[in-house]
Structure formats: C-alpha cells, structure tokens
C-alpha cells in the first residue's frame, strides 16, 4: 500500500508539471521518443531482433541456387526451391501486370529508393492521427522483404520491429536491382492465398493461361486479389472479386496507364478458368518438412563465415539424411495399403459415438448446416425437395491417394461422409541404438493433408502401459506378482471406473500377463501403488518431452504425446535401456562439398537397469506371442519381435509400435474428426489398424541376405507363473510358489506348435481380425457398440 500511494503522490506530481509546462513536456515527450526510436533503429540494424541478409545473400535470391536431400545411399531424393516458386522472367511480366501492381500498391515505385516518406506521412496524419483508412506505407521492395523473410513474432513491438526490419532491406534491395528486377522478385515470391506462390503457377491456376497470356481483367484480378488472399479468392467469391478488380482498374485509369475506353471496356462480368491442383505428392514431403525443421535448428546455432544464417532455399546445400531408401519404400506401400482397405471399411462401417444418436444424426446436422441446403430452406423449399437435392448423385472432387482429385459420382451425404470418416496414418523406423530416422511416412497423401502424424501429439492409448510397467520394475515389482482383476470405482478421482475392453472382471492376472493382455484393472493397480510422479520421471529418462498431466488415468494412455517420442521411448527398451535421440540429417555439405555438419550420435545416458530392461522386453514379447498384438505372428516374421498396441476411446486412435534390438517401428491410425470412430474394437484397435503397417515392415526387412534384424536373447524361456488365475491375487501368487506344471504345459504347447507348424491366420481382407484374438483394453467408460461383421465382404 505504501508502494502505491507514492507511485500515486509521484504521478500527481507529473500531471502537475505537464499543466504548468505543456510546451516544455510535449518536446520532451517527442525527444524521448525520438531517441527511443533511433536506439530501436540500432539494435535492429546490429541484428539484436533477428540478424538481417546481407548484401552477398540478397544477390542470390534473383537466382536462387535449390538445395538437395539425399537418403543415405546417396540417391537424391528431394529438394528445397525457394518458397516452393516457378520462376517467371521478365518476359512473361507484361505492362498490364506491372502498371496495375504499381497503380494499386506503390504508386510512386519508381520515384524512391526503397521508402516512400509521403506514405508513411499519410499513414501517421490520416491513419493513426484522425483514424481514417488510408491503407499501409509499405512499398514493393517492402512488400518483396516481407515475402522473402516473413515477420517474426517478436517478445514485444513486433509490428514496429518487422517494419523497420523490412526498411533496412528494401535499402539493401534497392541498391543491388533495379527497379524491374525488384517487380520480378515481387511477382516470383508473392502469395496469391491456396498455397500458390508466384504469378506463374496463380496464372494458371485462375485463369488456365501462362502470365503473358493475361488479358488486361485478368491481371486486375490477380493484383487486387494480394490484398486479401482469401477475401477476394475469384473462384469461392466472385463478386468481390470482381469489385476489388474494378478498383484496380480505377487506380490505373487515376495514373494514366489506361484510358477511360479502355476502362469502361475491362469491367466485364468476372471469368474464372479454375485448374483443381493435380498434385501427386511423394510421401518423402513429409520428411522433407521434418528435415527442414531439424536443419532450421542447426542453423539458427552455426552461421555461415560471412554471417548470414543459412538457407535451404537458396544457398545450394547438400544435405545427406539417414533415411534408408528400402525401408522407406516399405514404409511407404505397407501404409498406402493398409490406408485402402482400412478406408472401404471405414466407409462402410464409420460410427458417431460421441453424438448422440448416431452417425444418422451427425450426418443430419452437418447437411443442415450445407450452405446449399439453407439457402433452400431460406426459399421455402420443401423438406422433400431438399431431401432429393441431398440424395441426388452428382460429379464431386475427391482427393484419391496418389492420384489427387478425381470425379466420382456422389450425393451430397456421401461427399461429406467421406470427407469426415477419412483416416490418417503415420508410421517411422528408426534405429535403436543410433536414433538414425530410417523411415519416415508422415500422412496417406502430402497434397491431401500437410498434417504430420509423426510430430503431431495424439492421445496414446495403451502404448503407454511398458512405460508404467518399467517404472514398477525399478521401484521393486516382479512379473510374477499377482494383482485381483476387479472393477474399482475411485472415488477420489470423481467416480472414475476404468474397465476392461472385455469387460469381464474377477480372478488375477500376473504382472506380465495383465501386460500381454492389455488390462486397465490391473494397470492402474499398478500405477496407484508406485506413484504418478515416478512414472512421469520414467517417461521423461526414456525421452518424452510432451508436457504429462499427473493423473493415474496417464497409465491407460490418456496423454497426447507424438509418434516420435513415443518410438524413442520404445527404442530405449529395445537397445537395452539407453537413451536415445532420434536424428535425421547425417551430414550437410555446401556448394563447393565443403563439410558444414557431421551428425555424431551421443550416449544420452540409461534410462533403466540392465534387468529390469530385460524382463520388459521379454514382457513384450508376451504382447505379441499371446496377447493384443498376437496378430503379428500370422506374418511369420523369424525374429522375436516385441511391441505393444494402444487404442483409445471409442477407436479414436490406433497404435502399434515393434521393436527389435535394432530397429523400432511405429505407427499411428485414426481420423481427425473425433466424431467419428470405427463401429467395432475389432476393426477399430491398434492391432487391426496400425500393426499390419508395422509388421510389414519387419516382414520384408526378414528376407534381407544380409540381416540387419536379430533376436532378443533371454535367460528363460518362460516366466514361471501363469498370466491369469482364477483366484484371488493372493491365492494366485502362492500357487505361483508351488506350481511344478505350468511351464511343462507350455513346453507341450509349443512343441505341438511347431509340429503343426500352422501360424495365426490373417484374414484375406487386411482390417478384420479373426476371431478369438484378444483385443488391445482401451480408455473406456461405456461399452462400444460391436456389429457383426463375420460374413462381411468388401468390394
């Protein structure tokens, strides 16, 4: 109180000398600012916001030299252009285009040297001092550093710092170009909104035509579409369009570069060609991203000689990744595949269980909510008529893996069934004992979807489980302690209840067996008596970095962490308990094969001792021979790999990732739209979903001369307790003690096994399990809905 009473008294005191010296407070005020303004000048220019190009850098940007990604057998296998551009040159940039770039958005261009002082004094009269519109001050050459370098969020005065950052350049730009190389750069870098970059590729976008094909309303168009990107897109909004064309047109006749004839005659009604993108995306643009991201990071830490920080997109780097070109191709066909088959089931047995009332009421909801259908409504139509709009079938875009938008014949319900039940994939390998990324497939399509799935945290499900499990271990457990499977209602955590995906309760399971099979009972058992703390700092020792919340539901996977940190938890069991961080750039050379970086892969330290590491593994390996992921021995991989499954509510999420001591594979399965969800834990589990695309994987890297997988070895070749009892947990564990048949029984089963030599059947249609195969427990409060789909066929 005291503090603020004399910053009060101090406040006063200044009010009453700005009343009796206005004259003399207003200069000082306009001297401090002046002053603070010119030390805001000089730190920028000393690059204390951000370093600015210099001169050598800027040269090259007219130019730019592509950089290349390499996978590690040296085969190129991508590269970086700057902004993704098609270069235009001057020939194409006709005087229409020009004339009404400059007449709209600098009309004195070729007047100054970078800066317009008249602007900004218009800007600082009409704009901010009697608050009218008067639209911004930038110049081209401005606009050309904003397009070029962006605008960094800044700690504060962002806006103030990217503007004087951009004056400072387009000084630097003015004095290497002329003024027609500075309205290439412009047209060649500028965003036309829909990810088009350049006049080139909007050209043919909008209108079907190449740049100096453009008529004169044409050009209006694309240059008044800079404005607003997205507001004046001529295909979604024609009239604005249209109206924002006309203005340019206004502005070049106000400038004299076109008559009033000339005028009255382009102020058509509005044309638009509209190209749908063709794209056929490689699945390599995902790790393109990712290696860009990793490279970004190197970056920022180690300038080039001369200072400026390098550039993917124009420096002409060489840069030699970790990808293995074979298990890419794996990577790639196994999710490509399973993505197919899994989408026809999807289409045909998606389920809306978080609405209520079904998928009939979601789809109800979002047809009413269809532009079309309330502007019928709007009219007086009839519910019937607007039901035969719904119904009727009609040539409709969709996006085909692969092949880009195609025409199929749909109705409006189908359209927008297909593009909320759509499923997403990722799945990576990386190796266990390096962290080298060998494959990397971040989505189905990267012209689709630019989401990657692989950095992308999604809800884990049950894959979270080995984590707690090892925490167990390290604080005293052994896999033959017995815990009772019984529903607990926990009324310290509001009622919560965590059931069995089976729901069938009673009995106990030994630690490894309520592992292999997945059971949430026992799992939070587990989890409660060890202690939430310790499990997050297991977590955090095996290398996520995702922010964990701390509750005891986390043992049931209810955190979001990514693909990537969840594969190099895995790989941190896999290797034997080292900490591993995974990489994607080997080496990065310059123009000249000069050596920039060399990647050396660093002991992280361990996450777990030797022993306990050793009886999760062979824990796991329990998940895959007789669990949820016992689907993986239908593929007759001849290694022991071990893994674990994950599914989440109501089939929200599929995962599964394998191991063997040298390679970790993961991968990821659902929709974006948390809405809809598979019908059935059958089809919807990570075991149905995302194991296939693993153990293709393994299946293929098994037929290899020269092996790059081999075995885990252990000390036994079964625990000496049984996975489940009948009794009690305290019956079951002195049982355990006395129990002289059990691994005989096993050793008979096993033998038989071999004799027949006859796998796990995988069903001819990849995304129905067979049945019998136990099922991966999930976060669940309710009971899923099951349809029966053993006679189902899918064409």
């Not at 730190?43 to 990604?69: C, D, E, H, M, R």
């Not at 006309?246 to 060609?273: C, G």
């Amino acid at each position: 109180m005291n503090f603020l009473g004399q910053t009060w008294a101090g406040f006063l005191r200044l009010m009453s000398y700005v009343r009796q010296h206005p004259f003399k407070s207003f200069l000082y005020v306009v001297i401090t600012g002046f002053c603070t303004l010119c030390l805001l000048f000089v730190l920028i220019y000393l690059g204390a916001f951000g370093k600015l190009p210099t001169k050598t850098y800027l040269k090259s940007l007219k130019n730019p030299v592509t950089s290349t990604i390499y996978a590690s057998n040296k085969e190129p296998i991508g590269y970086y252009y700057l902004q993704n551009r098609s270069n235009a040159d001057s020939s194409q940039i006709k005087p229409a285009l020009i004339q009404a770039l400059v007449a709209t958005e600098d009309s004195r261009f070729y007047e100054h040297r970078g800066i317009d002082y008249r602007s900004y004094a218009r800007v600082l009269i009409k704009s901010i001092i009697l608050q009218q519109n008067a639209g911004g001050g930038s110049t081209i050459t401005q606009q050309v550093a904003k397009n070029l370098f962006g605008r960094e969020k800044q700690f504060f005065l962002s806006t103030p710092i990217n503007k004087i950052r951009e004056i400072f350049i387009a000084r630097r730009l003015e004095s290497i170009y002329d003024k027609e190389d500075i309205i290439l750069l412009y047209f060649n870098t500028v965003s036309f909104g829909e990810n088009i970059y350049g006049i080139e590729k909007a050209a043919f976008r909008f209108f079907n035509r190449a740049p100096e094909k453009l008529t004169l309303p044409e050009s209006a168009t694309l240059v008044g579409l800079l404005k607003a990107p997205s507001y004046y897109n001529p295909r979604n909004f024609p009239e604005r369009a249209e109206q924002r064309r006309n203005v340019v047109l206004s502005q070049m006749l106000k400038h004299k570069y076109i008559s009033e004839e000339t005028f009255q005659e382009a102020r058509t009604p509005m044309k638009v060609d509209y190209q749908t993108p063709k794209k056929v995306s490689s699945f390599s643009a995902y790790f393109k991203d990712y290696v860009a991201t990793e490279f970004a990071e190197w970056a920022e830490d180690n300038p080039s000689p001369d200072g400026h920080t390098y550039d993917l997109e124009a420096d002409g780097l060489n840069i030699y990744t970790t990808l293995n070109f074979n298990i890419q191709q794996y990577a790639e066909t196994a999710l490509h595949r399973q993505a197919d088959n899994l989408q026809k089931l999807m289409d045909r047995y998606w389920a809306a269980a978080t609405t209520e009332g079904g998928r009939e009421v979601l789809l109800q909801q979002l047809v009413d909510q269809n532009r079309e259908v309330r502007q019928m409504r709007q009219r007086g139509r009839t519910e019937e008529e607007i039901a035969a709009f719904v119904g009727e079938k009609h040539k409709r875009k969709y996006w085909v893996i692969g092949k880009g938008y195609e025409e199929q014949m749909l109705s409006l319900e189908d359209s927008i069934a297909k593009s909320i039940n759509r499923l997403h994939a990722g799945v990576i390998a990386v190796s266990s004992n390096s962290g080298r990324i060998m494959g990397y497939v971040g989505g189905i399509d990267y012209g689709f979807s630019q989401t990657d799935n692989i950095v992308t945290p999604r809800q884990v499900g049950s894959t979270f489980k080995p984590i707690t499990y090892l925490a167990a271990l390290e604080a005293g457990e052994d896999p033959c302690n017995y815990y009772d499977n019984t529903l607990i209602t926990y009324s310290q955590y509001g009622d919560w209840r965590p059931r069995n995906s089976n729901n069938k309760y009673g009995g106990s399971y030994s630690m490894h067996g309520a592992l292999a099979n997945s059971i949430n009972t026992v799992s939070v058992t587990l989890q409660l008596k060890i202690g939430t703390e310790k499990v997050l700092g297991q977590a955090k020792k095996m290398g996520i970095a995702s922010k964990l919340p701390n509750v005891p539901s986390i043992v049931l996977g209810t955190a979001d962490i990514s693909l990537l940190e969840m594969v190099a938890a895995y790989a941190s069991i896999s290797n034997g308990g080292n900490k591993i961080s995974p990489y994607a750039i080997d080496r990065i050379e310059d123009e000249q094969g000069n050596v920039l970086f060399q990647a050396k892969p660093q002991y992280k330290g361990r996450v777990a001792s030797t022993e306990n590491i050793k009886a999760l593994q062979k824990m796991m390996e329990g998940v895959v021979r007789d669990g949820t992921g016992s689907r993986l021995m239908g593929y007759e991989i001849p290694f022991n790999i071990i893994g674990k499954t994950g599914t989440t509510q109501n089939n929200g999420d599929g995962w599964f990732i394998g191991c063997s001591p040298e390679l970790v594979v993961g991968s990821w399965v659902g929709t974006f739209d948390k809405r809809v969800q598979f019908a059935s834990t059958s089809m919807g589990s990570g075991a149905n979903t995302a194991l296939p695309i693993v153990a293709s994987i393994f299946k293929n890297l098994s037929y290899w001369k020269r092996p790059l997988l081999s075995n885990f070895e252990y000390d036994f070749d079964y625990f000496p307790c049984r996975p489940f009892v009948a009794s009690d947990a305290k019956e079951a564990y002195e049982l355990a003690q006395t129990d002289s048949t059990y691994l005989q029984e096993l050793r008979i089963k096993d033998t038989l096994a071999i004799l027949q030599d006859k796998p796990i059947e995988i069903d001819s249609i990849q995304g129905i399990v067979p049945g019998g195969m136990p099922l991966d427990s999930i976060v669940k409060d309710s009971v899923t809905t099951n349809i029966d789909i053993s006679n189902t066929e899918v064409e």
